[in-house]
């Protein structure tokens, strides 16, 4: 069979086939009357192997080594193609991705593309200076394009000073973000939860500001205690037994304190947290505890203040006693 029929019947063009013969790796066994050089069923046979193998992804030379040694272990070969072909997926998602994100920018020239390109991929680059130096390069436009990437960005980081960068350029972004920060408070990683809840809590607005109310009875105890913190000085008063539990358990007990008393300002309830922080001093079983409530008092500051910590002066707890004498000093040397 000459050439063209071979080509013909088998798919494979003219020109790969005469490839082929130049390389050594298929070259026509038997010659015509005429001369002419003829391909038998061996060498079909040969051509038939040679394109199965190709389509395994094994380059010529492969192939070449693979029809020379029939005794070789096929194994080591098949190995190293899904190594290759598991670095060309990845390679391929990793595009993919970039698409994406790009994408998502809704760019509407080419210029757009060219300018948020190299901030996606500063964003991506495993050195945290370029994510910091990406994050402090974009302008408002930039930060709401690419709030996507950014959010991504933001809860992956574990830098602080990339991050804090990160997240000055999410909040720039407005409420862009916010949908997809919401959504990761459900991320099965706790510290994806956690940056997830630190940068809403960042975010001054009212859908923030709901998001975090939400969480106020999550199970995560982080989750809720990190909101609580945001949204008390807000007004909302739902933080306040949770603030209330931070101070008796002693975590973050001093940014609870403040919360509580900017709450106390911002509801006009002054006297009624005054009360109850009172109510719990002499109800705490534990000396820590009642310590620490007397202190809350002070940032409740006020006339009812002053009369609560002056009894408390007489405590039988010389800590509590001693804390509420130095508090009434200080509150009334200031007022």
Known sequence: MQIGEVA????????MLRHYDKIGLLTPSTRSA??????????????????????LGLSLAEVAVALADSGADPGALIDRLITQTKERLAAE?????????????????????????????????????RRQL??????AGDAVRLAEPLTQAVLAETEPITAGALKWALRRSGDVALGPLASALDDPDPLVRRRAVEAIAES??????????????????VLRRRAALAVGPRGVAQALPVLL?????????????EALGALARRRDRAEDLVDLLVTQVNAAADPGARLRLTQALAEVPGPPT??????????????????ANYLVRLLSSSS
């Open 204 to 221: 001054p607005s009212d859908a923030a500001t709901a998001t975090l109310s939400a969480l106020l009875d999550h199970d995560d105890p």
């Open 93 to 129: 998602a990793d595009l993919l991705e970039r698409l994406s994100t790009l994408r998502s920018g809704a760019p509407q020239r080419w210029a757009q593309v060219e300018q948020l390109l190299p901030l996606i991929r500063g964003l991506q680059s495993v050195q945290p200076v």
């Open 245 to 257: 539990q931070m101070v008796i358990d002693g975590v973050a007990d001093v940014d609870a304190a």
């Open 34 to 55: 005429g001369g002419y050089r003829e391909y038998d069923d061996g060498d079909l046979q040969r051509l038939f192997r040679i394109e199965s193998l190709r389509t």
């Open 134 to 139: 990406s994050a402090l390069g974009m302008d």
């Open 306 to 323: 002053v009369a609560a910590l002056s009894r408390l002066r007489d405590d039988e707890d010389p800590n509590v006693a001693r804390s």
């Open 8 to 15: 013909q019947q088998s798919g494979v063009s003219v020109r």
